[in-house]
């Protein structure tokens, strides 16, 4: 019997979202160290990792053999139907208001017991709904929804059970069972607990009486030994220098900083290391295709905010000093400069290859929106800046009266940014169209990915100079190029971080009172939390305004930024009100963000980041690879912050 084998190319998206954050260069007195030298260990565990691999073969009557790859399963479709050649297509659950994709076709049943068959692959992904219609009257026969599993087999069969009623069933049987492909994420999960416990463990030792006097005699006794051996020094100097050690259980010195602040900001960095470097693979580590939110994209939001709460703190120190204001404002231009045009080398691939190309040369970039927001919001808080009141009882929201002719700003960008979304008229789309195009919306408006936002960047930028293939273009399967850091969406961006100025605002009026601090960033929290309720109905795709990470879009930052308030108040409360952590390792890489995140863009493919696998198609390959890639980088930061390395711009 000859088999038609049909085979559907399934195609994985390689955007990434990167940010990077602003922080002020101090560096307070740290003897965690071992934290850090431990937590290292993790990326050689991570290799360790066994992969997981379970390559499916289904061997054709000449012996070539088919496997299904990454994130696919084996589909054979037998047809029993005589005289009846079918058209099998598919759907995605996640893709919203979508057409029928044609997968394949399946020729008649030879005679009675001669079903025809046909091999496909399917994704595995999202659950399926899956066609059977009639190819002569394209009447349809049958439908059938499923959710398949990573290189499991399945066998769908056509049957008719009754040639009076012409009563057509398929079902789908399992010939072998799908693998477990979180099982990777579940082992790399315990490995990082078990060092972590680890750490957590041997601090508890080393803080011990007993122990701490072993330490103290043996490092005593080695510097003596070494001053008598060398002839120099005193026993004044063999104690200082046992003190300076790092080893020694010195007490930690005081300091102002913020430690929850770095640790918010390095936990997202090393968050988006890891998606950038593909988060093995699995798609709700990578970016959503439209409307919707995976891990992905909460790293950028919770950047542009934590960049609004350094602003204010970083400034407000200067200008209570009687910093001049135009030195501030030249300052903040020059480094939001600096930042563009770092973020224009690096977005173009071809940067370390010659000049670059005007012609196909991205200008929007994730530098390049830090850079313009950075400067709005630095200018915002020059401008209206006022020294914390001495009673600050007396105000209700101190953040918002004391700051109003800046929200006024605030209110109008977003008022003009819904004027725009909404109301300006893009060709051959409707008026507030807030899609991806392609095939969704039922293939109406093929071109009009992203609506006003796309046709602002396309008009005014050029459709070279904006990113080609966006999210969309995966499960969409929409073709116009569209940015996701575009023109509009960088209003929203400056919305961001003003909220996370506000932060800022917060932890100024209410210093060293806790309690008030962490009411407020739950009250903001809940605030913003139920503005984005009522935007997105608590649905995906059903609302007025759907969370979507490509536009940027008003309930976008507003869940965002609750959930970074939310965030905020949690490590706030744990490492610098508690004390119970001290932030590491995250801490380190956020007082190197602009370095760590440079870095891991222009070394992300050479070794020992990345390297040659012996199975591209496994999950656990790529999760160790990323994984040991990550924790190279918060190595690097805690060395940098060892020697006393920031990178300021």
């Known amino acids: 019997m000859k088999r038609e084998i049909k085979k559907r190319k399934l195609t994985h998206d390689n955007n990434r979202e990167e940010k990077t954050g602003d922080e002020t260069m101090i560096c307070p007195s740290d003897t965690n160290h071992a934290t850090v030298v431990l937590s290292a260990l993790i990326a050689l565990l991570a290799v360790y990792v066994t992969p997981l691999t379970a390559q499916l073969t289904l061997l054709e009557p000449h012996g070539r053999s088919v496997m299904s790859k990454m994130d696919e399963a084996l589909l054979t479709v037998h047809n029993e139907l005589l005289n009846e050649n079918l058209t099998l297509s598919w759907l995605s659950d996640h893709c919203y208001q979508c057409l029928f994709q044609k997968l394949g076709a399946i020729p008649s049943g030879k005679g009675p017991g001669l079903p025809s068959s046909a091999v496909f692959f399917v994704s595995t992904q999202h659950p399926l709904t899956l066609q059977l219609n009639s190819t002569q009257d394209t009447r349809e026969l049958c439908r059938v929804h499923f959710s398949f599993g990573e290189h499991g087999n399945y066998s769908l069969w056509i049957k008719n059970l009754s040639n009076r009623t012409q009563k057509i069933t398929c079902p789908i049987i399992v010939d072998k069972e799908p693998i477990n492909n979180c099982l990777p994420i579940l082992i790399a999960f315990l490995v990082y607990a078990g060092v972590a416990i680890l750490i957590v463990i041997g601090g508890f030792v080393m803080g011990l009486d007993p122990v701490k006097n072993i330490m103290y005699r043996m490092i005593t006794t080695m510097e003596t030994e070494r001053l008598i051996n060398s002839e120099l020094g005193s026993s004044n100097q063999a104690s200082e220098s046992s003190s300076r050690d790092p080893t020694f259980p010195a007490h930690r010195v005081a300091t102002s900083r913020l430690r929850s602040l770095d640790t918010f900001r390095g936990l997202s960095l090393v968050i988006m290391i890891f998606v950038n470097y593909g988060g093995g693979r699995y798609w709700f580590f990578r970016h959503e295709s439209w409307n919707g939110l995976t891990v992905a994209d909460l790293v950028f939001p919770w950047f542009v905010f934590i960049m609004g709460t350094s602003i204010t703190l970083s400034l407000n120190s200067m200008l209570k000093r009687g910093y001049p204001r135009v030195k501030l404002f030249r300052k903040a231009l020059w480094r939001s400069v600096q930042l563009f045009l770092i973020g224009v080398i690096i977005i173009n691939p071809k940067y370390c290859m010659g000049p670059l190309s005007w012609d196909s040369l991205r200008i929007p970039g994730v530098l390049q929106r830090l850079a313009f927001t950075y400067f709005m919001v630095a200018v915002l808080e020059i401008l209206f800046f006022k020294a914390r009141p001495e009673d600050i009882t007396m105000f209700w929201i101190p953040e918002l009266i004391l700051y109003w002719p800046a929200w006024i700003f605030i209110v109008a960008l977003e008022t003009m940014w819904l004027c725009l979304t909404f109301l300006l008229p893009v060709p051959e789309c ?99 939390g139920g503005i984005s309720a009522i935007l997105t109905k608590c649905s995906r795709d059903q609302g007025f305004i759907p969370v979507n990470k490509n536009l940027w879009s008003f309930s976008y930052i507003t869940t965002l930024s609750c959930f970074a308030f939310v965030v905020l108040l949690i490590i706030y409360y744990v490492v610098d009100v508690r004390r119970w952590w001290s932030g590491a390792p995250f801490f380190y890489p956020g007082m190197n963000s602009i370095l760590v995140y440079i870095g891991h863009e222009v070394f992300q493919n050479y070794f020992p980041f990345k390297w040659k696998m012996l199975n591209s198609q496994s999950h656990a390959e790529h999760l160790a690879q990323n994984l040991l890639a990550t924790s190279i980088w918060v190595f690097i930061s805690y060395l940098l912050y060892r020697k006393k390395i920031f990178w300021k711009i």
């Not at 930028?461 to 575009?486: A, C, N, R």
């Not at 003003?498 to 209410?510: E, N």
Request: aromatic content about 14%.
């Open 430 to 528: 409707p008026l507030g169209y807030l899609g991806p195009g392609g095939i969704g919306d039922f293939g109406h408006y093929p071109n009009c990915t992203g609506g006003a936002a796309g046709y602002i960047d396309r008009w005014l930028l050029g459709e070279k100079h904006i990113h080609q293939t966006p999210t969309s273009h995966v499960l969409y399967l929409s073709t116009m190029p569209y940015d996701p850091e575009g023109i509009l969406g960088t209003f929203n961006s400056i919305v961001m971080a003003f909220l996370g100025l506000q932060a800022g605002k917060i932890l100024l009026y209410y210093k060293d009172l806790h309690v008030q601090i962490m009411a407020r960033f739950l009250i903001w929290g809940f605030m913003l």
